[in-house]
T-cell receptor, first 109, second 117 residues
Framework: GQNIDQPTEMTATEGAIVQINCTYQ??????LFWYQQHAGEAPTFLSY??LDGLEEKGRFSSFLSRSKGYSYLLLKELQMKDSASYLC??????????WGAGTKLIIKP | GAVVSQHPSWVICKSGTSVKIECRSL??????MFWYRQFPKQSLMLMAT?????????EQGVEKDKFLINHASLTLSTLTVTSAHPEDSSFYIC?????????????FGPGTRLLVL
């Protein structure tokens, strides 16, 4: 079967670093996505990993280990505007996105 | 690049009326468009997938006669909620992807808030 799991909520301090983990199980895999969704808004694309390793994009980095069915999103130098839900999703063998429930990130001053 | 627009951004209607929501890819050709629904504090729920020029594929539990989807061109898909009822009130979001250089990434429209009275 297929499933995907990420923590429901995390809290971090402004200026700090936070890592949001995502684990998944699937027989067919065509990449893993991270999206950011602010309350009341649609998701915005952050990253896409299809090969193992770390992809860095400014303050945000995303890591993938296909053998472990594991990904994380790393946010550095946290800002208050980073308070949002972070959704991970993998693309299955039919190129359909399977979504996690999202991790609500709360940033405290 | 990869901008998707939705119209209207919010709509209030009476129970029993129909509402049409448009989703447009502004700077790329969307071979596939997706329609999602999201209830407050819940995750995205895929409603249907539509490929240009063919019938939409609906997810289990989504009534295709109630949620009419048309994907007549490579830049436009419409979702019509027919005979809307209060339980259809939700946040409807479309996304689009192309088969070109943008790869398999889905880009989302800003969403449409529907309130059925």
């Amino acid at each position: 079967g297929q499933n995907i799991d990420q923590p429901t909520e995390m809290t971090a301090t402004e200026g700090a670093i936070v890592q949001i983990n995502c684990t998944y199980q699937t027989s067919g895999f065509n990449g893993l996505f991270w999206y950011q969704q602010h309350a009341g808004e649609a998701p915005t694309f952050l990253s896409y990993n299809v090969l193992d390793g770390l992809e860095e994009k400014g303050r945000f980095s995303s890591f993938l280990s296909r053998s472990k069915g594991y990904s994380y999103l790393l946010l550095k130098e946290l800002q208050m505007k980073d308070s949002a839900s972070y959704l991970c999703a993998f693309m299955d063998s039919n190129y359909q996105l399977i979504w996690g429930a999202g991790t609500k990130l709360i940033i405290k001053p | 690049g990869a901008v998707v627009s939705q119209h209207p951004s919010w709509v209030i209607c009476k129970s029993g009326t129909s509402v049409k929501i448009e989703c447009r890819s502004l700077d790329f050709q969307a071979t596939t468009m997706f329609w999602y629904r999201q209830f407050p504090k819940q995750s995205l729920m895929l409603m249907a997938t539509s490929n240009e020029g063919s019938k939409a594929t609906y997810e289990q539990g989504v009534e295709k006669d109630k949620f009419l989807i048309n994907h007549a061109s490579l830049t436009l898909s419409t979702l019509t909620v027919t005979s809307a009822h209060p339980e259809d009130s939700s946040f409807y979001i479309c996304s689009a992807k192309s088969s070109g250089s943008l790869g398999e990434t889905q880009y989302f429209g800003p969403g449409t808030r529907l309130l059925v009275l």
